[in-house]
């Protein structure tokens, strides 16, 4: 008697186990695409923000080496933005993506270049596309 | 509160397009409205008509969304969705384009003037503020780009008598921006509204700040200083700003505008189901949680949504009002003794 019972119980119960076994495996080979995924999307997104403020630094150091030995006070406050935004392109913490004020500080680096910009009265016209070409953030 | 608030005038000011803001100048004498014609209008008094003096229609390619006095009266700054802002020198009746300012990324929706008169502020769809200097040969300098705001920011107003700057965006918050050591700084975030925030009107002491929203509702915010005798706490020495008002349940559609009177106090709210409203603060009533009564109530102020109200810096009770439906009101507010 006790046997058929059991037998009864595998079939019965056999929707559920299935239904749990499915589950905890769909569980495990989700996470471990999504850490791929991530991974991917992390590594793109690094990228972007690398190259923005790279070229936001290479644009900088650029008109540091244009501007130098200027002297009318006009130019010294165009000096003194500059000197602010190269600052903070050097103490932004490229190998710490988990700083927590990590994107206040990219919003105060996009603000100060497009100031500067302002004052140089240049047009930040960039435009990159996954071509290759130009510079677009 | 039938007769609280009458019409005393209506003008088509911006035929076939939607008036969109009014500003008056200084002294109380002139109006500037600007419109989705590209237009900026100047109207002045002539006995009991307001005749239009000037059209400034060659500054935008697109919209003018605000306008905006400077302090001394004599130039007038225009926001455009072409993405910049024109500034005009007044000469008698005539208005020369100065200086044209570039640099948002795309449509500018708000323009104000700092009490002092040497501070500007812009701010737009960019999600961006920026703050302007001008010195004494009319030269503007960018001193400032903030992106604090998450979404399209839609209004700047400044402090009364501080140089402390108020923004209010499409991300339901306000902002305000103070120097700090050559730099602007966000130093604080106004949470509360559910919804977009479409403007901002501070009272005649600077104390409070009143903001209106898509979500129907205006909140009061007062500034408590660090050290405060009520107990609210600061960070550091830092002011913070608490909600201590919300008037709920008066309007029935999105509010797009809301002006404080310098002069009497009176809170005057430009809402979307086309009504005017104005409301008075009770007398007595606890400063740390006041309380404001509906004194006027004009339902069918225009045929369409109502996009701005002005209330005159010198005549008391005098207020202006402009609708999509391209006109522009006038008012005369007299509260019943005994409210």
């Given at each position: 008697m006790a046997g058929e019972q059991d037998m009864f119980d595998a079939v019965v119960m056999a929707d559920e186990r299935f239904h749990g076994e499915g589950y905890r495996e769909g569980y495990e080979e989700g996470s471990s695409l999504g850490m791929i995924e991530g991974r991917q999307h992390g590594t793109l997104h690094g990228a972007k923000v690398g190259s923005e403020i790279g070229c936001y630094r290479g644009f900088a150091l650029a008109w540091r080496g244009l501007l130098h030995g200027c002297a009318t006070e006009r130019d010294s406050k165009k000096m003194k933005v500059l000197e602010a935004l190269i600052g903070m392109i050097q103490k932004?913490?490229?190998?710490?993506?988990?700083?927590?004020?990590l994107h206040e500080d990219l919003d105060r680096i996009r603000g100060k270049f497009k100031q500067f910009c302002s004052l140089l009265n240049v047009q930040p016209d960039f435009k990159i596309s996954t071509e290759g070409s130009g510079l677009s953030f | 509160m039938k007769d609280s608030l009458v019409l005393l005038s209506r003008i088509l000011a911006h035929p076939d397009s939607r008036c969109w803001f009014l500003a008056w100048n200084p002294a109380g004498t002139l109006l500037a409205s600007c419109g989705g014609d590209r237009s900026v209008r100047i109207w002045g008094r002539e006995g009991d008509s307001w005749n239009c003096?000037?059209?400034?229609?060659?500054?935008?390619?697109?919209?003018?969304r605000k306008v905006a006095w400077s302090p001394c009266g004599n130039y007038l700054a225009s926001a455009s969705f072409d993405a910049t802002t024109c500034i005009w020198k007044k000469n008698e009746d005539d208005f020369e384009c100065v200086t044209t300012l570039e640099g948002h990324e795309n449509e500018v929706k708000s323009v104000a003037w700092a009490p002092s008169g040497n501070l500007l502020a812009t701010c737009s769809r960019d999600k961006s503020v920026w703050v302007w200097e001008v010195d004494e040969e009319d030269e503007y300098e960018c001193v400032s780009v903030l992106n604090s705001h998450t979404q399209d920011v839609k209004h700047v107003v400044w402090h009364p008598s501080q140089e402390l700057l108020a923004s209010a965006s499409y991300d339901d918050t306000v902002k305000l921006y103070r120097e700090e050591e050559d730099d602007w700084v966000c130093c604080a975030t106004l949470e509360?509204?559910?919804?977009?925030?479409w403007s901002l009107a501070f009272d005649p002491s600077g104390q409070r700040l009143a903001s209106c929203s898509d979500d129907r509702t205006v909140r009061v915010w007062r500034q408590y200083l660090p050290g405060n005798e009520q107990g609210v706490a600061c960070s550091g020495s830092e002011a913070s700003w608490k909600c201590v008002c919300t008037l709920s349940?008066?309007?029935?559609?999105?509010?797009y505008d809301i002006a404080w009177c310098q002069l009497t106090g009176a809170l005057a709210t430009a809402c979307g189901d086309d009504a005017i409203r104005v409301f008075e603060e009770d007398p007595g009533s606890d400063p740390q949680q006041p309380t404001f009564s509906?004194?006027?109530?004009?339902?069918?102020?225009?045929?369409?949504?109502?996009n701005c109200v002005a209330w005159n810096p010198k005549e008391r009770g005098l207020l202006a009002s402009c609708s999509d439906d391209g006109e522009l009101a006038f008012w005369k507010y007299q509260p019943s003794e005994g409210i």
């Open positions: 932004f913490p490229y190998d710490d993506p988990t700083y927590d004020r | 003096k000037s059209v400034l229609c060659e500054g935008h390619q697109r919209t003018v509360g509204h559910e919804s977009t925030v349940g008066f309007h029935s559609r999105t509010i509906l004194t006027a109530h004009v339902s069918q102020a225009h045929s369409q949504d109502v």
